[in-house]
């Protein structure tokens, strides 16, 4: 520290530029012994806690035979359909089929959608008939209509129109995508008639009400279409999901007035199970007959993108991120100690006779505070996601796929988040003048109140949800890399790695309450006598 | 070891922030159990299984925070001031200097935690009823006569000033408040966040047992006691197996070394 007050002092014309200043800060932190020991272990913490944590988490196989789970969880190396998109998806319903040289239109009308659900606490019975203690339930997301996919095998590309257990006609396609149509229930009274038009690569669904006035619904291109496609009517329904429960689920609809082109009606159908083979139970097997032109078809899954819920697909590869929590009480207690010890031993009026412009002061000291513990973040965040998520792995679990370059965000979030507390902490030390209280306060304002909304969970979901909206806790966003699906019915909590605000906007929570912390520091540095 | 005592209170009485902060107990642990108990409602017995005693005194995951303050700075504010020399001047018996601060730490915590309990469990008394927390719906009415209750509340109180005691121990240990604030909050809350990611419940439940925080908040469970990781009091007892072992750490420490 002596030297650079010396530097300081002597090179006066040059004094007040920025880049000494940074110079200055970067020679006080680096010549304290204590706080380059303590961002080595913030780094060597947020490795070693969230490698330990990825290596806690086992999932077992639950085998599924024809006549549902068969036998206890087993060891496995699991694994999941990917859609075209590189994204986990769920892939598994009862589908009547043939095959669709070129092009073609496809019509039906749906009369009845109704459904069934397991029972809570596994009601799975062994035997021929595993779904003799259902109660009759229609999942609102049950799926009911016709389908084009470019084979039968799980995650290809499709298209589909389809009648839904709530949420009136939809036209999903590639797992993501999802177009509303005619809303509203439906019954005998009024049923659905539902199209898809193939014209090479690009599929159109329409609507109707009664067969003769006809509404587009939406028209999407599937890259990569072969020339002969699989086409016909598909029924599928969802698991029930409580916070910390799951079951199968089966839904039945009616189907006539098929046509289908160049064929009679009733002839030439293929039913099969797509995908009801899963190893994790929420996917039963399926059935259909058909009497003349009428057919009735039951199936069970869901065709959409999967991510971690209380069904237990898999993990999320992030859980290693935990260990982040501990290299934040590090980074907390070095970001407000980098301005407490000045005022503890009389060093900040050094530093302010060096340098009068307190403000820019302060912002040498966040910046090199900043640098620090976002390299240090960087170097603890890296082995997390492909050490951790073979460790995961290793332990039978499915751990959702992410790019390459989520990968890199999700490194340099954690990283920044480690930063952009320290530079909180160190607005806050300025602030109170005092170590204990800033550390306790900015503690509470991220680890605490995560540790409230999250494990403790005592508070209602509403109250921890505007929690981690407001608070600098909402920076943890920035480790969620699966996103949650309105079509999609799962349980969309912290606990199962959902935030209520995007990444991006979470962390520019964080942000904000730094920047306001910070003007408020400098503010009090100018007025105050140090 | 009176002279010391008196020493203590002097020292810690005089400083400007001690009474804020023993407030700051009160109110944070108050405001807290209240908001959570205000916040809760229960509109059939059959979809709320709560712990309502448990739920009442939440507000301690957050008044142990300011508590850990208080005992650090007891400890730390001397190094930070170069007072610690003065006192060791005057008082060359060590470990009956750091004994003397325990004893007058936990006497305060003891006072602020009987009013922050008494507080918490006042405001549950007066609000869970009116959100469907009622006998009539299975639960007990707060009432200390109740000796769960009691326990509980007793307990937490003892919760608080162990609090105190392992923070006093691991300060005098470090020697400097802000790392000693750093390892106690650390200590306290990274336990039941790992737990939140150890898949496997056997993990889970060995983190529970072990963790200070985890294993000592079990004195303020009321329901289903027997699927608890580890009983009311032996969990209290680990916390105090982890604040003696501070005291230890932190008498070695003040004894061999220069201050």
């Not at chain 1, 999903?172 to 809303?183: I, K, R």
């Not at chain 1, 819920?309 to 501990?326: E, H, L, Q, S, Y």
Request: glycine share 12%.
């Amino acid at each position: 520290m002596t030297a650079t007050m010396q530097r300081s002092g002597t090179e006066a014309g040059n004094r007040d530029g920025f880049g000494r200043l940074v110079h200055a800060e970067w020679t006080k932190f680096r010549t304290v012994r204590g706080w380059v020991i303590a961002t080595v272990i913030g780094a060597a913490l947020t490795a070693a806690v969230g490698l330990y944590a990825a290596s806690g988490p086992q999932t077992g196989c639950q085998p599924v035979g024809p006549n549902g789970p068969s036998g206890p969880p087993a060891p496995c190396r699991p694994s999941n359909p990917v859609g075209p998109g590189g994204e986990a998806v769920s892939d598994s319903y009862y589908f009547v089929h043939r095959a669709l040289p070129g092009n073609g239109s496809i019509t039906v009308r749906v009369t009845s959608l109704t459904g069934r659900k397991s029972p809570t606490g596994g009601g799975i019975a062994p035997g021929p008939n595993p779904e003799q203690n259902f109660t009759t339930a229609i999942q609102p997301w049950a799926k009911a209509g016709i389908i084009v996919t470019a084979s039968t095998r799980q995650g290809s590309p499709y298209a589909a129109m389809m009648i839904t257990g709530d949420h009136g006609v939809r036209m999903q396609y590639n797992y993501t995508g999802d177009t509303p149509g005619l809303p509203g229930a439906m019954s005998a009274a009024s049923p659905r008639w539902l199209r898809l038009v193939r014209a090479g690569d690009t599929l159109t669904g329409y609507d109707s009400a009664d067969g003769t006035r006809w509404t587009r619904v939406g028209t999407v291109s599937l890259a990569g279409l072969p020339a002969t496609v699989q086409a016909g009517p598909f029924v599928t329904s969802p698991a029930w999901v409580q916070p910390q429960n799951s079951g199968p689920t089966v839904a039945t609809a009616v189907f006539d007035h098929v046509s289908f082109p160049g064929t009679a009606p009733g002839a030439g159908w293929h039913g099969a199970s797509i995908g009801a083979n899963a190893q994790v139970a929420s996917s039963l097997p399926g059935r259909f007959h058909a009497t003349g032109g009428t057919f009735t078809v039951t199936g069970s899954g869901d065709i959409a993108p999967a991510g971690p819920g209380p069904t237990n697909i898999g993990r999320p590869a992030d859980d290693g991120f935990v260990g982040a929590f501990a290299g934040l009480i590090v980074v907390i207690v070095v970001g407000a100690m980098f301005i407490t010890a000045e005022y503890r031993r009389g060093l900040i009026r050094t530093t302010l006779a060096a340098a009068p412009a307190r403000g820019r002061v302060l912002a040498a000291k966040a910046a090199v505070v900043g640098s620090v513990t976002f390299v240090a973040g960087v170097i603890g965040a890296a082995p997390l996601i492909p050490v951790g998520a073979s460790l995961l792995r290793s332990h039978g679990n499915y751990v959702f796929p992410m790019s390459a370059l989520t990968e890199v965000r999700l490194v340099a979030g954690i990283a920044a988040l480690l930063a952009i507390t320290a530079v909180l902490a160190l607005a806050a030390g300025t602030i109170l003048r005092h170590a204990a209280g800033a550390i306790t306060a900015v503690v509470t304002l991220t680890v605490v109140i995560y540790f409230f909304s999250v494990p403790l969970a005592v508070l209602p979901a509403g109250a921890a949800d505007w929690l981690l909206r407001v608070t600098p806790a909402a920076g943890f966003a920035i480790q969620q890399y699966v996103p949650a699906y309105p079509q999609v019915n799962n349980v969309y909590t912290p606990q199962h790695g959902y935030f209520p605000l995007a990444p991006w906007a979470g962390f520019g929570v964080l942000c904000l309450w730094a920047a306001a912390a910070l003007c408020l520091a400098a503010v009090l540095l100018r007025r105050r006598d140090a | 070891m009176r002279t010391a005592l008196h020493a203590e209170w002097t020292k810690l009485r005089t400083l400007p922030g001690t009474g804020w902060l023993l407030i700051g107990v009160v109110a944070a642990t108050v405001i807290i159990s209240a908001a959570v108990s205000a916040s809760v409602s229960c509109s059939s017995p059959a979809n709320c299984h709560v712990d309502v005693t448990k739920l009442s005194l939440t507000g301690t995951y957050l008044g142990q925070a300011v508590v850990a303050i208080v005992a650090v700075l007891a400890v730390g504010g001397e190094y930070a001031t170069g007072m610690i020399r003065t006192t060791l001047a005057a008082m060359p018996r060590r470990t009956a200097v750091l004994a003397a601060k325990a004893a007058v730490v936990t006497a305060v915590t003891l006072a602020a935690g009987t009013l922050a309990v008494l507080g918490s469990v006042l405001a549950g008394w007066l609000i869970l009823p009116g959100h469907g927390y009622t006998p009539a719906n299975g639960y007990p009415v707060l009432s200390l006569a109740n000796g769960t209750v009691l326990r509980a509340a007793t307990g937490t109180v003892l919760y608080l000033a162990l609090i105190a005691l392992l923070s006093l121990g691991v300060a005098a240990a470090v020697r400097d408040a802000a790392v000693a604030i750093g390892a106690v909050l650390g200590l306290l809350y990274l336990f039941p966040i790992l737990t939140q990611v150890a898949g496997s419940p056997g993990i889970a439940r060995h983190l529970q047992q072990i963790g200070p925080m985890t294993a000592g908040l079990e004195i303020q469970a009321s329901t289903g006691l027997r699927s608890l990781p580890i009983g009311p009091w032996a969990g209290l007892g680990v916390l105090a197996a982890w604040a003696a072992a501070a005291l230890l750490a932190g008498t070695l420490v003040l004894r061999r070394r220069d201050a």
